[in-house]
Structure formats: C-alpha cells, structure tokens
C-alpha cells in the first residue's frame, strides 16, 4: 500500500508515475486513486517477469513508458496481455 502513497506524493510534486502491479494487487489501484497503473499477470514479487527473463524486462517497461505516454485521465488502470513465463535465462 505504501507504493500508492508514494506515487500519489510524487504526483502531487509534479512528477508523473506509473505503478507495476500483479493482478492480485489491482483492485488496491482503485481504492487507492493510484494515477497509472500496469497490471501483470506475474506472481508477487516478479513484477517484471522472471530474473534474467531481460526481453520480458524490457517488454513491461515499455508498456509502463507507452502508458504514461497515453493515459488521459486519472486512475487509468491497464492490463499487460502476456502471462509470467518461467525458466528464462
């Protein structure tokens, strides 16, 4: 919950963010008026994939890039269409 506090801050500071989340988690990105958020389909604590998966890395932070790029309004919550896949190195 403190990730949404700290975006909200930065936000108010003038500085744009986008919050990564696993599915299990977006329903707080509503309650907590969290601006932008990316929601994966990852387990907790892989938020950009597995380790060394660098493809998938790169592939969530330009969706994170893209969507505070074209998010229009407050609280746009958008999904990442590909699953976590295991095994990479």
């Known amino acids: 919950m403190s990730v949404g506090h ?25 309650e907590m008026m969290i601006p932008r958020s990316l929601v994966v389909q990852h387990p907790m604590g892989h938020c950009l994939g597995a380790p060394f998966d660098i493809e998938r890395h790169h592939e969530i932070l330009d969706a994170s890039f893209d969507l505070l790029e074209t998010a229009t309004t407050a609280g746009t919550i958008v999904e990442f269409g590909k699953r976590y896949r295991a095994g990479r190195s």
């Open 6 to 30: 700290v975006a909200r801050a930065l936000e108010e500071a003038g500085v744009p963010t986008v919050t990564i989340m696993t599915r299990a988690f977006a329903h707080r990105s509503t």
